[in-house]
């Protein structure tokens, strides 16, 4: 039962990488791509986390998964916020020149 | 194990020594020279030591091979040791006098620790009976020898650099990419049990991708194409070091390797020795044509290396059962002669200043001991007895001829011809005063005590042509083409 | 078809891909990174070497080899890096002259 | 349940190629080193999958990131001197001939092809050294045998490892003598918030690799690599700065590693031992000493390699300075 549970929630964040990744493809510019994959892969991963941390054997097991996630958002957030700042600062450059 | 370790300390005492020049660059040059000199001493202990004993194994870490590393001197490594200490030796001292003063404070501060990495690296090379232990070395080797490339900063020198790095780096991730391939058939990398492996295809590939790295880190025609500019546009001492000693390192694994190699067969030998005709042929046209006093000289070691694989390759009735002999000679001739010529060549560019060769003989200074050396370092590079070179030759051609080989002794003859031609363009002008337009002629004579160290290493290059024989015999101990 | 057959051809695959991007490239950043391709292809070699079927433990020697290789190509990777930095200040310090 | 794993197999083998030659394709430099990160990682997780979670480990941390690292620092001075050819967009740069493209290609495919065949001829599979390091493995005194065969059985190797690590970080010093930086990238507060947060984390990660790689996998390069991870984003976010005056402490942990573990080696010979060969009963204090004192070494010569000029007392860097 947990493992079906596990299995579902792993699906689940697989399908929304797969929507992130179909927004970085197709989104025509670069912060409506940041808008998708940030967000899609922040749920994605934590679903996924969740879903290996039921079939986890032991408690540190989990912790570690848990940390896994966490440092995970913490970076991704940051990156997408660099990518975009960085991105802003050239077209404010471009405009300038 | 008796007595010390003179195999692992040849090794770490330029180690440290590099370390110690690094973090003191103000006593560098008296560190690095005392460094040279005390791992010189080690190499006459451990030659004492296999004269009288034949070849001594070290088992690093009391392991032994295949699991751990070994290492071995026998006549042949303890040879090419003496190479390196000797030169060496006597380059450091032409260093001292090269980098002095302040313009080249910092030249001097980074020449010393790389070169002594550098003696380190070929040192692990010449005793080395690891696989991928070589691989580790000619990267510690391809990287000093890179630093030393671009000791002076220039923008060729640079761009020479860049060229030497990216041929080096492949060089060694083909012989990387061969070693995996050995691994994948026999699961060890020692000497011996390479040796022991059945000839196969795989087999071939493997040590044919090796080959190629190699000849791409030797410079071997057509994957010479970096050298050149490398060995031109460095400083003297690293030029010397550079064309005498780096290149030698990967042509010693390849020595090795093809003595002990039963997997090769007829047609790759040919091909080697084909390889090595064009490189004569072709370093000897560009010599020719060179502007530049040492382009010239740079030219002139493409065309000698070509001439060692032609040794290697063909002196001899089954090809390599005694032409390694002939190549290790003139390897040592090669060694001593080309470090001489290029501080000689840096000498004269010091005094003159420049190096354009149709000018050289316009100057009203005449540096007249760096050119004797020049000339003596030609002697050697042409083969006139008595010299090392001429013994070398010598042995190349007696080979061939017995086996009937009279191609191979004609390559020989054409690049003896070809540089007969390019030196004299050299030696031509030195011996010319009559086209000096203005002021006294010879009047300055331009020589100092910096000449004396590249005339001794022309003068013994010379004169060890009469010693052949020990050496000969010297090379052989501990060979009999069985490893333990 | 095992992993080592799969991962042995892809290895292969990718060292002939450096090996071009090495020798046929003109960009130096490019070229290095042919080079790199290389190295990644050669560990590929070694560590497929080392690959047993399951049960059974891999060999340790040649995944030491790959971590000496890594480390070294880092090193030569530095260098080269060094000196296209430099030699670029040169180009564009005499193109400005 | 092999069936969905030859799949997984087959799917990342073939992503590792494509991405490998979309890698040297692409036209923006940025994308390429994007790029080759993507087919560093791709690749450690094959080595995972062939149970070479050491090296997976190393190569995503120094291979990938730490190479990933130089090149867009590489790429962002080349950039900030602006040359053509490297921004977006910019010309290509001359085209290759026709001939001598195909040539190079044919040749490749040549090579590639003929040891292919080769090794696919030749018996695969053949026992390695596994079962010598297996009975040799309680003598070495560590349970990790990647560890075991780097630090114990094939220590000359290792050592001469880290002196290439020193021989690169003097090339290093002595090309880039006397040249200026280009003007770092402001990254904003949230870039220093992150780092703030994740500093301490990379540290205790760094020093758990080192000491689990006794008896899992990890030790002093995936460890030192991990604190250079640090020393990055030290430099990145200005919370240190060179100064000339450091340059003689750098240098002595540049040659720390290499002189203790060279020393070591030396010192333990005698008494009927060779180099490297540890006393009896030694072995892991002598290791952890050794990985520890080289761990030091690796992590600052990596960030020495990141920084990349030595830092030489030069106008503009003195008047940043308070």
Same mark, same amino acid.
């Given at each position: 039962?947990?493992?079906?549970?596990?299995?579902?929630?792993?699906?689940?964040?697989?399908?929304?990488?797969?929507?992130?990744?179909?927004?970085?493809?197709?989104?025509?510019?670069?912060?409506?791509?940041?808008?998708?994959?940030?967000?899609?892969?922040?749920?994605?991963?934590?679903?996924?986390?969740?879903?290996?941390?039921?079939?986890?054997?032991?408690?540190?097991?989990?912790?570690?998964?848990?940390?896994?996630?966490?440092?995970?958002?913490?970076?991704?957030?940051?990156?997408?916020?660099?990518?975009?700042?960085?991105?802003?600062?050239?077209?404010?450059?471009?405009?300038?020149? | 194990?008796?007595?010390?370790?003179?195999?692992?300390?040849?090794?770490?005492?330029?180690?440290?020594?590099?370390? %110690?020049?690094?973090?003191?660059?103000?006593?560098?040059?008296?560190?690095?020279?005392?460094?040279?000199?005390?791992?010189?001493?080690?190499?006459?202990?451990?030659?004492?030591?296999?004269?009288?004993?034949?070849?001594?194994?070290?088992?690093?870490?009391?392991?032994? %091979?295949?699991?751990?590393?070994?290492?071995?001197?026998?006549?042949?490594?303890?040879?090419?040791?003496?190479?390196?200490?000797?030169?060496?030796?006597?380059?450091?001292?032409?260093?001292?006098?090269?980098?002095?003063?302040?313009?080249?404070?910092?030249?001097?501060?980074?020449?010393?620790?790389?070169?002594?990495?550098?003696?380190?690296? /070929?040192?692990?090379?010449? /005793?080395?009976?690891?696989?991928?232990?070589?691989?580790?070395?000619?990267?510690?080797?391809?990287?000093?020898?890179?630093?030393?490339?671009?000791?002076?900063?220039?923008?060729?020198?640079?761009?020479?650099?860049?060229?030497?790095?990216?041929?080096?780096?492949?060089?060694?991730?083909?012989?990387?990419?061969?070693?995996?391939?050995?691994?994948?058939?026999?699961?060890?990398?020692?000497?011996?049990?390479?040796?022991?492996?059945? +000839?196969?295809?795989?087999?071939?590939?493997?040590?044919?991708?090796?080959?190629?790295?190699?000849?791409?880190?030797?410079?071997?025609?057509? /994957?010479?194409?970096?050298?050149?500019?490398?060995?031109?546009?460095?400083?003297?001492?690293?030029?010397?070091?550079?064309?005498?000693?780096?290149?030698?390192?990967?042509?010693?694994?390849?020595?090795?390797?093809?003595?002990?190699?039963?997997?090769?067969?007829?047609?790759?030998?040919?091909?080697?020795?084909?390889?090595?005709?064009?490189?004569?042929?072709?370093?000897?046209?560009?010599?020719?044509?060179?502007?530049?006093?040492?382009?010239?000289?740079?030219?002139?070691?493409?065309?000698?290396?070509?001439?060692?694989?032609? %040794?290697?390759?063909?002196?001899?009735?089954?090809?390599?059962?005694?032409?390694?002999?002939?190549?290790?000679?003139?390897?040592?001739?090669?060694?001593?002669?080309?470090?001489?010529?290029?501080?000689?060549?840096?000498?004269?560019?010091?005094?003159?200043?420049?190096?354009?060769?149709?000018?050289?003989?316009?100057?009203?200074?005449?540096?007249?001991?760096?050119?004797?050396?020049?000339?003596?370092?030609?002697?050697?590079?042409?083969?006139?007895?008595?010299?090392?070179?001429?013994?070398?030759?010598?042995?190349?051609?007696?080979?061939?001829?017995?086996?009937?080989?009279?191609?191979?002794?004609?390559?020989?003859?054409?690049?003896?011809?070809?540089?007969?031609?390019?030196?004299?363009?050299?030696?031509?002008?030195?011996?010319?005063?009559?086209?000096?337009?203005?002021?006294?002629?010879?009047?300055?004579?331009?020589?100092?005590?910096?000449?004396?160290?590249?005339?001794?290493?022309?003068?013994?290059?010379?004169?060890?042509?009469?010693?052949?024989? +020990?050496?000969?015999?010297?090379?052989?101990?501990?060979?009999?083409?069985?490893?333990? | 078809?095992?992993?080592?057959?799969?991962?042995?051809?892809?290895?292969?695959?990718?060292?002939?891909?450096?090996?071009?991007?090495?020798?046929?490239?003109?960009?130096?950043?490019?070229?290095?990174?042919?080079?790199? &391709?290389?190295?990644?292809?050669?560990?590929?070699?070694?560590?497929?070497?080392?690959?047993?079927?399951?049960?059974?433990?891999?060999?340790?020697?040649?995944?030491?080899?790959?971590?000496?290789?890594?480390?070294?190509?880092?090193?030569?990777?530095?260098?080269?890096?060094? &000196?296209?930095?430099? &030699?670029?200040?040169?180009?564009?310090?005499?193109?400005?002259? | 349940?092999?069936?969905?794993?030859?799949? =997984?197999?087959?799917?990342?083998?073939?992503?590792?190629?494509?991405?490998?030659?979309?890698?040297?394709?692409?036209?923006?430099?940025?994308?390429?080193?994007?790029?080759?990160?993507?087919?560093?990682?791709?690749?450690?997780?094959?080595?995972?999958?062939?149970? @070479?979670?050491?090296?997976?480990?190393?190569?995503?941390?120094?291979?990938?990131?730490?190479?990933?690292?130089?090149?867009?620092?590489?790429?962002?001075?080349?950039?900030?001197?602006?040359?053509?050819?490297?921004?977006?967009?910019?010309?290509?740069?001359?085209?290759?001939?026709?001939?001598?493209?195909?040539?190079?290609?044919?040749?490749?495919?040549?090579?590639?092809?003929?040891?292919?065949?080769?090794?696919?001829?030749?018996?695969?599979?053949?026992?390695?050294?596994?079962?010598?390091?297996?009975?040799?493995?309680?003598?070495?005194?560590?349970?990790?045998?990647?560890?075991?065969?780097?630090?114990? =059985?094939?220590?000359?190797?290792?050592?001469?490892?880290?002196?290439?690590?020193?021989?690169?970080?003097?090339?290093?010093?002595?090309?880039?003598? *006397?040249?200026?930086?280009?003007?770092?990238?402001?990254?904003?507060?949230?870039?220093?918030? =992150?780092?703030?947060?994740?500093?301490?984390?990379?540290?205790?990660? *760094?020093?758990?690799?080192?000491?689990?790689?006794?008896?899992?996998?990890?030790?002093?390069?995936?460890? *030192?690599?991990?604190?250079?991870?640090?020393?990055?984003?030290?430099?990145?976010?200005?919370?240190?700065?060179?100064?000339?005056?450091?340059?003689?402490? @750098?240098?002595?942990?540049?040659?720390?590693?290499?002189?203790?573990?060279?020393?070591?080696?030396?010192?333990?010979?005698?008494?009927?031992?060779?180099?490297?060969?540890?006393?009896?009963?030694?072995?892991?204090?002598?290791?952890?000493?050794?990985?520890?004192?080289?761990?030091?070494?690796?992590?600052?010569?990596?960030?020495?390699?990141?920084?990349?000029?030595?830092?030489?007392?030069?106008?503009?860097?003195?008047?940043?300075?308070?």
């Amino acid at each position: 039962m947990i493992s079906m549970v596990a299995m579902v929630l792993i699906g689940a964040g697989a399908l929304f990488f797969l929507a992130g990744t179909i927004g970085l493809l197709r989104f025509p510019d670069l912060h409506c791509q940041l808008h998708a994959l940030t967000k899609a892969d922040g749920l994605g991963l934590t679903l996924i986390g969740l879903g290996a941390a039921l079939l986890a054997g032991s408690v540190g097991d989990i912790a570690r998964i848990a940390l896994i996630c966490a440092f995970a958002a913490l970076s991704g957030a940051t990156c997408g916020h660099l990518i975009a700042r960085h991105a802003r600062r050239g077209d404010a450059e471009g405009r300038d020149v | 194990m008796t007595g010390p370790d003179w195999l692992t300390l040849s090794i770490m005492l330029p180690l440290f020594g590099a370390v %110690a020049a690094f973090i003191l660059p103000r006593a560098a040059a008296g560190l690095g020279l005392a460094t040279v000199a005390a791992t010189t001493l080690c190499v006459l202990m451990m030659a004492d030591r296999v004269a009288a004993f034949g070849a001594v194994t070290v088992p690093l870490g009391g392991w032994g %091979a295949p699991l751990g590393i070994e290492l071995r001197a026998d006549g042949l490594s303890v040879a090419m040791l003496a190479l390196t200490g000797m030169v060496g030796l006597l380059v450091s001292v032409s260093a001292i006098d090269a980098f002095a003063g302040d313009r080249t404070a910092r030249q001097r501060h980074y020449f010393w620790p790389l070169w002594l990495l550098l003696l380190s690296g /070929l040192n692990g090379v010449y /005793l080395g009976t690891d696989l991928f232990n070589l691989y580790v070395m000619i990267e510690i080797i391809a990287l000093a020898a890179v630093g030393l490339t671009v000791l002076g900063g220039t923008r060729e020198a640079l761009r020479a650099g860049l060229d030497y790095v990216y041929a080096s780096i492949l060089g060694a991730l083909l012989f990387l990419l061969g070693v995996g391939l050995i691994y994948l058939q026999l699961g060890r990398l020692d000497f011996a049990g390479v040796i022991a492996a059945p +000839p196969s295809a795989a087999m071939t590939a493997a040590l044919a991708v090796m080959f190629v790295g190699l000849a791409l880190k030797t410079a071997l025609f057509p /994957l010479h194409v970096w050298l050149p500019a490398a060995h031109a546009n460095a400083a003297a001492p690293a030029s010397a070091l550079l064309s005498g000693l780096v290149v030698k390192g990967a042509l010693y694994i390849v020595l090795r390797l093809a003595g002990y190699m039963p997997a090769l067969t007829e047609d790759i030998l040919t091909l080697i020795g084909l390889m090595g005709a064009g490189a004569v042929i072709w370093g000897g046209i560009q010599a020719l044509r060179a502007d530049r006093l040492k382009l010239l000289v740079a030219w002139s070691t493409v065309a000698q290396i070509g001439l060692i694989f032609v %040794a290697l390759a063909r002196a001899g009735e089954r090809g390599l059962s005694d032409s390694w002999k002939a190549a290790a000679l003139l390897i040592l001739a090669h060694g001593i002669a080309k470090a001489a010529m290029f501080l000689a060549a840096g000498r004269i560019k010091d005094e003159v200043g420049h190096d354009r060769i149709r000018d050289l003989d316009r100057s009203p200074i005449r540096p007249t001991l760096a050119q004797v050396t020049f000339a003596l370092a030609a002697i050697n590079l042409i083969g006139l007895p008595p010299s090392l070179g001429f013994i070398g030759k010598w042995q190349l051609m007696e080979g061939a001829m017995m086996a009937g080989y009279w191609h191979w002794v004609a390559i020989t003859m054409i690049g003896t011809l070809f540089s007969v031609a390019y030196f004299s363009r050299v030696l031509a002008g030195f011996l010319r005063f009559d086209r000096v337009r203005g002021g006294p002629l010879a009047e300055h004579h331009g020589w100092s005590g910096a000449d004396a160290a590249p005339l001794i290493l022309a003068g013994a290059a010379v004169l060890l042509g009469l010693a052949a024989g +020990p050496i000969i015999a010297f090379i052989d101990l501990g060979a009999g083409g069985a490893m333990p | 078809m095992t992993p080592d057959l799969i991962y042995g051809a892809a290895g292969l695959a990718v060292f002939g891909i450096g090996l071009w991007g090495a020798i046929a490239l003109q960009d130096r950043m490019r070229r290095l990174l042919g080079l790199k &391709l290389c190295s990644v292809g050669a560990g590929f070699v070694l560590i497929v070497g080392a690959w047993r079927e399951p049960p059974a433990a891999p060999d340790p020697v040649p995944h030491a080899l790959v971590i000496t290789g890594i480390v070294v190509m880092l090193s030569a990777t530095a260098a080269a890096l060094a &000196l296209i930095r430099r &030699l670029h200040d040169l180009e564009a310090a005499d193109d400005r002259a | 349940m092999s069936e969905p794993l030859f799949l =997984f197999d087959l799917l990342l083998a073939l992503a590792v190629v494509a991405i490998a030659a979309a890698a040297l394709l692409v036209r923006d430099a940025f994308a390429m080193i994007v790029l080759f990160v993507v087919f560093g990682l791709l690749s450690a997780l094959a080595w995972v999958r062939l149970a @070479a979670p050491d090296v997976a480990l190393a190569e995503a941390a120094i291979g990938t990131g730490l190479t990933g690292a130089l090149l867009l620092k590489t790429l962002h001075h080349l950039r900030a001197r602006g040359m053509a050819g490297w921004e977006p967009g910019a010309a290509a740069p001359r085209p290759v001939p026709r001939a001598v493209a195909s040539l190079n290609a044919g040749l490749t495919l040549a090579v590639v092809a003929g040891l292919g065949v080769a090794i696919l001829g030749s018996p695969l599979r053949v026992t390695g050294l596994e079962i010598a390091v297996a009975e040799a493995m309680p003598l070495s005194g560590v349970d990790n045998p990647v560890t075991a065969v780097l630090l114990n =059985f094939r220590a000359y190797d290792t050592l001469m490892e880290v002196v290439v690590l020193l021989a690169a970080i003097i090339v290093v010093w002595q090309v880039e003598r *006397g040249a200026d930086a280009a003007p770092a990238p402001s990254l904003g507060p949230i870039w220093q918030g =992150f780092a703030r947060l994740t500093l301490p984390a990379a540290a205790i990660v *760094g020093v758990y690799l080192l000491w689990a790689g006794a008896e899992a996998p990890g030790g002093a390069f995936q460890g *030192g690599a991990m604190l250079a991870a640090i020393g990055l984003m030290l430099l990145l976010t200005g919370l240190y700065r060179p100064h000339p005056d450091h340059r003689a402490t @750098a240098r002595l942990l540049f040659v720390l590693g290499t002189v203790a573990f060279a020393a070591v080696a030396l010192l333990v010979a005698g008494a009927g031992r060779a180099s490297f060969e540890y006393p009896q009963g030694h072995a892991k204090t002598l290791i952890l000493l050794i990985e520890g004192l080289v761990t030091i070494s690796i992590a600052v010569t990596l960030t020495a390699l990141f920084h990349g000029r030595e830092p030489a007392a030069l106008k503009g860097e003195l008047r940043h300075d308070p």
